[in-house]
C-alpha cells in the first residue's frame, strides 16, 4: 500500500492553514441546546453552584459563536484555491531565500542555501523571444524547455511547466517537490539550476549545455556520436546516479531516465536533468508504492508497469535500456511498436557484438568496452529486479574495476520478493514479454 507521507513532507510548513479550513464544533448536552432560550426561566430555581456553571457554559457559547464566524469567514471559496496556492508558493520561496547559509528542510536535515535567482517573468519572456516556438528545444507531458538568452548575455534553458489535468495546487506541489529534490543535488553529472519564477506561471532556469539531449544526437540525423563519446557519456550517466542512488543527502529515484533527459555539455559530458518525476526514499524505506504510472514506455521496469513499486532498480532498468539505445542507435520502441529490450536480449545472449552495435559505427570501437557495456546492459535489463546490479557495480563494471559474477551465482539471486501474492522469482521472460506488450497496447491506443 502506498505510504504518502513523503508526498506531505516535500512542502515546507505553511504558517497559515490549510485553504481547506475545518469548522470544528464541540458536542454539548441535548439540554444546552435550549440553555439560550431558557435561561431567564430556569436561572432564579438555581442553586448558586449551579448558577455558575450555566453562566460558564452561556460565556463559552459566546467565544465559540464569535471564534466560529471568524473562521467560517476565512474559508476561501474553490476559485481563490489558486491564489492560495500561489501565496503560500512565494512565501516558502521567500523563506529558503532569505534563510541562513544552512537550511533546515522537512525533515531536519541541514542543506546548503539555494544559490537561485528569482526571475521576473517579463525577463524570461524577453530571453525567449516571447517563448517562441523557435526556441523550443525541448517538450515532455509536464512541461516545455525553451532556450533563452539573459540580457548580461547568458544562455539558459527556461522549463516551463505546462497546464494538466491537475489542480493549481498539485502543480505547485509538484514544483515544490522538484525545488526539494534539486536542492540536494550538488554533481558533475546532474543539470545545475540557476532560478526560478513563479510568475505567469511556474518556470525553472537551467544552464544551458551546448549540444542538447543526447536523444537529438543519437536520432537527429546529424553526425554521428563516435563510440569513445559514448561510452563517455554511459559512464558519466551511471556516475550520476551511483550518487542519487548511494551518495547523495537523499536516496533519489528519478523515475524518468531517458535519452532525451540526458543532457550533453562542452565537452560531450553527461548531465542528468528533468526530476519532475522523481522520489526520495527514506532509510528506512525499502521501496515506493505509487500510482498512477508515470515514466516513459520502453523503459519502464516489469515491477513498476505491473505493481507501481519504486526502488533504485527502477532507475537501474531504465538505464540498461538507455545503454542499449547508446550501444544500437535504436529507439527504446521503434516505429513497429517493438521493444529495444527483446530486440536486443537474443543478440546479448549471443554475444553478437556485431550485429547489436549501431551501423553508423561499423567496426569503430574498442571491442573490450563493447563487450563491458554490453554485459551491463544484459544485467540492468533483467526482468527480476534482484538480478540488476546497484550503480556502484555499474560504474565499476563499465570502468573493468570488476570481474564479472556469474549472474546464477549472485547472492540475492534466490531471495524471493512477493508481490500481489505471486513470487517473482517465478516471473519468467515469457510472462515478462506478454505483461509488456499488453501494457505497451494499453499505452499506445
Given at each position: ?195 526560478f519564477s513563479i510568475d505567469g506561471g511556474l518556470h525553472l532556469v537551467l544552464e544551458y549545455l551546448p549540444h542538447g539531449s543526447l536523444a537529438s544526437i543519437l536520432h537527429g540525423g546529424g553526425e554521428c556520436l563516435d563510440w569513445k563519446k559514448r561510452f563517455q557519456v554511459s559512464i558519466g550517466i551511471a556516475e550520476g546516479l551511483l550518487y542519487l542512488h548511494h551518495d547523495c543527502q537523499r536516496r533519489i529515484i528519478h523515475r524518468d531516465i531517458k535519452a ?186
Amino acid at each position: 500500500m502506498e505510504i504518502q507521507s513523503d508526498e506531505k513532507k516535500r512542502d515546507f510548513i505553511l504558517d497559515e492553514p490549510s485553504p481547506r479550513g475545518v469548522l470544528e464544533i464541540p458536542i454539548l448536552s441535548p439540554c444546552s441546546d435550549h440553555s439560550g432560550s431558557s435561561s431567564s426561566n430556569s436561572t432564579e430555581k438555581l442553586v448558586p453552584e449551579r448558577e455558575g456553571n450555566l453562566l460558564q457554559w452561556k460565556s463559552m457559547l459566546d467565544s465559540f459563536k464569535k471564534k466560529s464566524m471568524r473562521r467560517f469567514s476565512v474559508i476561501p471559496l474553490l476559485n481563490n484555491y489558486d491564489i492560495i496556492a500561489k501565496r503560500n508558493l512565494k512565501r516558502k520561496l521567500t523563506r529558503m531565500q532569505n534563510s541562513p547559509h544552512v537550511v533546515i528542510d522537512w525533515e531536519g536535515m541541514p542543506i546548503p542555501k539555494p544559490s537561485w535567482r528569482n526571475f521576473d517573468y517579463a525577463e524570461l519572456e524577453a530571453a525567449t523571444d516571447n517563448f517562441s516556438s523557435e526556441n523550443l528545444i525541448g517538450k515532455g507531458g509536464h512541461a516545455k524547455v525553451y532556450k533563452g538568452c539573459l540580457s548580461d548575455g547568458q544562455v539558459v534553458a527556461v522549463k516551463k511547466i505546462v497546464k494538466t489535468e491537475k489542480e493549481e495546487q498539485g502543480r505547485i506541489g509538484d514544483f515544490l517537490s522538484e525545488l526539494g529534490i534539486i536542492a540536494h543535488i550538488n554533481h558533475p553529472n546532474a543539470a545545475k539550476l540557476l532560478g526560478f519564477s513563479i510568475d505567469g506561471g511556474l518556470h525553472l532556469v537551467l544552464e544551458y549545455l551546448p549540444h542538447g539531449s543526447l536523444a537529438s544526437i543519437l536520432h537527429g540525423g546529424g553526425e554521428c556520436l563516435d563510440w569513445k563519446k559514448r561510452f563517455q557519456v554511459s559512464i558519466g550517466i551511471a556516475e550520476g546516479l551511483l550518487y542519487l542512488h548511494h551518495d547523495c543527502q537523499r536516496r533519489i529515484i528519478h523515475r524518468d531516465i531517458k535519452a532525451s533527459n540526458i543532457l550533453l555539455g562542452e565537452d560531450y559530458e553527461a548531465q542528468i536533468s528533468d526530476f519532475g518525476l522523481a522520489k526520495w526514499l527514506p532509510e528506512n524505506w525499502v521501496h515506493h508504492v505509487v500510482f498512477p504510472i508515470e515514466g516513459t514506455f520502453g523503459y519502464l521496469a516489469p515491477e513498476y508497469f505491473m505493481h507501481g513499486i519504486v526502488d533504485e532498480k527502477t532507475d537501474v532498468f531504465a538505464y540498461g535500456v538507455l545503454l542499449l539505445e547508446i550501444i544500437t542507435g535504436r529507439h527504446a520502441v521503434d516505429s513497429s511498436r517493438q521493444s529495444l529490450v527483446m530486440w536486443a536480449k537474443p543478440l546479448l545472449q549471443e554475444n553478437n557484438a556485431k550485429e547489436l552495435a549501431d551501423l553508423r559505427l561499423g567496426n569503430d570501437y574498442d571491442p573490450a568496452e563493447m563487450k563491458r557495456a554490453m554485459l551491463t546492459a544484459s544485467m540492468c535489463i533483467n526482468h527480476l529486479p534482484s538480478m540488476r546490479p546497484h550503480m556502484n557495480r555499474v560504474v565499476q563494471l563499465l570502468k573493468g574495476k570488476e570481474a564479472p559474477i556469474d549472474l546464477k551465482q549472485k547472492t540475492n539471486a534466490g531471495r524471493a520478493v512477493i508481490l500481489d501474492g505471486c513470487d517473482i522469482q517465478d516471473y519468467t521472460c515469457t510472462s515478462y514479454l506478454n505483461d509488456l506488450n499488453r501494457h505497451m497496447q494499453l499505452v499506445m491506443e
